[in-house]
């Protein structure tokens, strides 16, 4: 017997209080700094997706013990800066970019050579964003033509490098941080425009050298001092906002809505998207602010809202780069026209996400115009639905279109639940507990 396609039915008000699991940038970073620290790194809340997996793996292959006690907590037993072992096995990041870049700096100033490889998606997105940098400090590269599966050398002696982004790239500037601290010198990366900085918290968290400048012709400087002694730490993650969009949505767009999401993280350089959720009319209070591990932790009210459509700048493009797929579901809902500008780095993302949300929301009978790099959806009262719609082993188009079926007038199903492991395990049995109509 074949297994239905998961599908999502208009639904009730959604009510009730879920938590959000751990945040996946944290999670990976988390274990990287932690096999990088001398000693063991006990890490609360890591996200047992599929992509932070896969980069566990990708550490106990290249020597780290990495397990799990009775209470779910993660155990890292770092080797410190230079203590990873050449692997015997290659290195499969699956789906997941964030993992193969960041890993792919850690490798680069390692005396090891490496095989790394993914999935269909990952094997098609660029690399070489990562891989230049990454040659500066001496590093060689063979085979793949800028994308996976290739095979990486890392330097013996890896010298610091002044690096300036061409792209607004968090895992392009956390790979030279990552490459940066087993040199013997300042590595520094140059960002003309902000992009999320949990590198730049953790690393300071666990004690290495980290300073931050502004520069006067504007973005920001980041330097670290190379043969870093990283120490230990008990990491708690905090809940991902980007996980945290899909129930966000889905309560602002389903009538009657009333619900709490716990444990959210809320970084300056994440929240693009609920600021623009608050542009739009969208009334979510944020409560309990506390510190947790670095990072500023709310639990967030949502209610059902009447939204009204809105001009999205391109300099917010990097703070909710991941949350235009849930925006323009929150979009579809609006009256009147959205319009979002500065999307080129959609292009490149699991699935060419642009190109995705269009074609999903037109299948789905939502009026939209997709741009080179702008797309501009114009909300509606009835949506009709009824369709199937193709994921491209992205999990957040999987889920977006899920939460659309919920005020869709006829059922939208996706070809393919399974890619949501990527990121948000629980997000089916979390969205039925509010009351969605979402079957499996
Ligand atoms: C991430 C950075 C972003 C984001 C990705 C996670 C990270 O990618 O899209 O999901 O953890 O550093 P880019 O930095 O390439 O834009």
């Known amino acids: 017997m074949t297994k239905q396609p998961p599908s999502?039915?208009?639904?009730?008000?959604?009510?009730?209080?879920?938590?959000?699991?751990?945040?996946?940038?944290?999670?990976?970073?988390?274990?990287?700094?932690?096999?990088?620290?001398v000693g063991e790194t006990v890490i609360s809340g890591l996200l047992q997706s599929d992509?932070?997996?896969?980069?566990?793996?990708?550490?106990?292959?290249?020597?780290?013990?990495?397990?799990?006690?009775?209470?779910?907590?993660?155990?890292?037993?770092?080797r410190g800066t230079g203590g990873l072992c050449q692997p015997d096995t290659e290195l499969d990041f699956g789906n997941s970019g964030t993992g193969a870049r960041l890993?792919?700096?850690?490798?680069?100033?390692h005396p090891l050579t490496a095989r790394l490889t993914g999935d269909a998606s990952l094997t098609s997105r660029p690399m070489k964003r990562v891989l230049e940098p990454l040659s500066h400090f001496g590093a060689r590269v063979e085979g793949g033509r800028g994308k996976l599966p290739l095979t990486l050398t890392g330097a013996a002696l890896a010298v610091p490098v002044s690096y300036e982004l061409r792209v607004p790239s968090a895992q392009v500037k956390s790979a030279v941080l990552l490459a940066g601290l087993n040199t013997r010198g300042r590595t520094c990366v140059i960002e003309p425009v902000a992009t999320r900085d949990h590198t730049e918290r953790m690393l300071e968290l666990f004690g290495a050298d980290i300073r931050?400048?502004?520069?006067?012709?504007?973005?920001?400087?980041?330097?670290?001092?190379?043969?870093?002694?990283?120490?230990?730490?008990?990491?708690?993650?905090?809940?991902d906002p980007s996980s945290a969009a899909f129930p966000a949505v889905a309560a602002l767009i389903t009538p009657g809505s009333d619900i709490i999401i716990q444990n959210v993280m809320m970084n300056p350089a994440r929240s693009g998207l609920y600021t623009t959720l608050a542009e739009m009319g969208g009334q979510i209070d944020f409560l309990n602010p506390r510190r947790q591990s670095g990072e500023v932790v709310v639990d967030m009210r949502v209610r059902a809202s009447a939204l009204k459509g809105v001009y999205v700048p391109g300099e917010r493009a990097p703070s909710m780069i991941d949350e235009y797929p849930a925006l323009a579901i929150a979009a579809a809902c609006a009256a009147g026209p959205t319009r979002m500008e500065g999307l080129g780095e959609l292009r490149v993302k699991e699935s060419d996400r642009l190109r995705a949300i269009h074609d999903g929301l037109a299948l789905c009978g939502v009026d939209c115009i997709a741009g080179d790099d702008v797309l501009t959806v114009t909300g509606q009262k009835t949506i009709p639905g009824g369709v199937?719609?193709?994921?491209?082993?992205?999990?957040?188009?999987?889920?977006?279109?899920?939460?659309?079926?919920?005020?869709?007038?006829?059922?939208?199903?996706?070809?393919?639940?399974?890619?949501?492991?990527?990121?948000?395990?629980?997000?089916?049995?979390?969205?039925?507990?509010?009351?969605?109509?979402?079957?499996?």
Request: with cysteine.
């Open 8 to 37: 999502a039915a208009k639904s009730k008000s959604l009510a009730g209080r879920i938590a959000i699991p751990g945040d996946k940038s944290i999670s990976h970073r988390a274990l990287i700094l932690g096999a990088l620290a």
């Open 51 to 78: 992509d932070v997996l896969a980069t566990a793996e990708a550490l106990r292959a290249l020597g780290i013990s990495i397990r799990e006690d009775k209470a779910g907590d993660m155990h890292v037993l770092g």
């Open 103 to 109: 890993m792919m700096g850690v490798i680069a100033a």
């Open 212 to 239: 931050i400048e502004k520069r006067p012709e504007g973005g920001l400087k980041i330097c670290v001092r190379g043969e870093a002694e990283l120490q230990p730490q008990h990491i708690v993650v905090p809940g």
């Open 388 to 440: 199937r719609v193709q994921t491209r082993l992205d999990h957040r188009i999987a889920m977006a279109f899920l939460v659309l079926g919920l005020v869709s007038e006829n059922p939208v199903s996706v070809d393919d639940a399974a890619t949501i492991m990527t990121s948000f395990p629980g997000f089916l049995p979390l969205m039925q507990k509010l009351g969605a109509r979402i079957s499996p």
